[in-house]
């Protein structure tokens, strides 16, 4: 059975930073491109940072560049995004998803919240 469990979401003040992990299993992890994406109240999903099979590319959305570092081991197939310089519009349910390929169904996470606020 496939899984993809987020966790490390939670509260945090502007300026903080967080680290939010994505377990896999029921797949084969590196087999897949993984992405973090994000969605805020009242708005759609959108893309936040993307990483290859192997780790050697990684991209981001223009709003986290710089601030956010998106990263694997396959090892322990588990997807990290290490969020630093948090600001209130960060705030969203974070979502892991794997992608084997772009005619393939994707496989998603049940999302993990992350509020920033003082």
């Known amino acids: 059975q496939v899984q993809l469990v987020e966790s490390g979401g939670g509260l945090v003040q502007p300026g903080g930073s967080l680290r939010l992990s994505c377990a896999a299993s029921?797949?084969?992890?590196?087999?897949?491109?993984m992405s973090w994406y994000r969605q805020a109240p009242g708005k759609g999903r959108e893309l936040v940072a993307t990483?290859?099979?192997?780790?050697?590319?990684?991209n981001y959305a223009d709003s986290v560049k710089g601030r956010f570092t998106i990263s694997r081991d396959n090892a322990k197939n588990t997807m990290y995004l290490q969020m630093n310089s948090l600001k209130p519009e960060d705030t969203a349910v974070y979502y892991c998803?794997?992608?084997?390929?772009?005619?393939?169904?994707?496989?998603w996470g049940q999302g993990t919240q992350v509020t920033v606020s003082s």
């Open positions: 990483i290859t099979r192997a780790g050697g590319n990684t």
């Open positions: 998803r794997a992608e084997r390929s772009s005619y393939s169904i994707p496989y």
């Open positions: 029921g797949f084969t992890f590196s087999n897949y491109a």
